[in-house]
């Protein structure tokens, strides 16, 4: 009997702080996520907008300290890189190859759309839920956007890895169609390695050479650290949910 009581006795303060956890810490929590995700939110404002309301245009300039066989400058507006200037020397074609953009051509960066895309749902989520909500339960573009056209066995792709903005150039070897007995698609991987195979506008090539640049944009940086901070409340929050989740075992929690 005393067991059962002292169990008893425990269930009920258990429950009691678990109210406590949804009726006041969960919008401690966020609102300390929507301070940070409107942090993060600004800098993709910041990126976007210059003096009166202007599109602001970033430059970064790419290359290695470790080989110059690529180089360049790539401007940056918002979510698209505007221009590009590109100096590839790549053994194979023995010269410097040096090729733009396109004036009619942007590339769009869809990592960094998609980012503030998501940051925007996220706000909007928290937004719905204010201070008197009662929570009840724990519950690949184009290789002619450039002038002149790379050679038809050089191809590029720009991509954001964390925060850097990424260019990378492969020089292909054609697959001769008696070969395609052989052929092994390496899939929709962002970089491919020497030997990689796949096919492009109904012709089948194989990687001969990779050569890689890369530069820091600082706005999306930050952007990293305010996510990052936003995960760990999450999950922190999370991981008191499940706590509670886990001792009763109710649906309804």
Not at 58 to 64: P, R, Y
Not at 80 to 97: E, Y
Not at 128 to 156: C, H, I, W
Request: hydrophobic share 40%; aromatic share 10%.
């Amino acid at each position: 009997m005393a067991a059962a009581a002292a169990s008893e006795a425990e269930r009920a303060v258990l429950e009691e702080e678990f109210k406590w956890l949804l009726r006041e810490e969960v919008h401690a929590v966020l609102k300390q996520l929507k301070d940070i995700l409107k942090e993060a939110s600004r800098r993709f404002t910041l990126s976007a907008t210059g003096p009166e309301g202007q599109t602001r245009q970033e430059n970064f300039k790419l290359g290695s300290s470790v080989t110059d066989q690529v180089k360049g400058v790539l401007t940056l507006q918002a979510d698209a890189l505007t221009q590009a200037d590109i100096n590839l020397r790549l053994p194979k074609h023995n010269q410097v190859l040096h090729s733009t953009f396109r004036e009619d051509k942007q590339w769009k960066m869809q990592q960094i759309q998609d980012a503030r895309n998501h940051v925007g749902q996220a706000l909007y989520l928290l937004n719905s839920r204010d201070q008197s909500y009662q929570f009840k339960s724990g519950a690949e573009v184009n290789k002619k956007m450039f002038t002149p056209p790379l050679p038809g066995d050089v191809f590029a792709n720009f991509y954001i890895n964390l925060s850097k903005l990424c260019l990378i150039v492969y020089q292909l070897h054609l697959l001769q169609p008696n070969l395609n007995k052989n052929f092994k698609p390496a899939g929709s991987s962002v970089l491919h390695s020497p030997g990689s195979m796949f096919e492009l506008n109904n012709q089948k090539f194989e990687v001969s050479h990779v050569h890689k640049v890369e530069c820091v944009v600082p706005w999306l940086n930050d952007t990293l650290v305010f996510f990052t901070i936003a995960l760990q409340l999450c999950q922190q929050l999370k991981d008191k949910i499940s706590v509670f989740s886990s001792y009763w075992n109710f649906k309804h929690y």
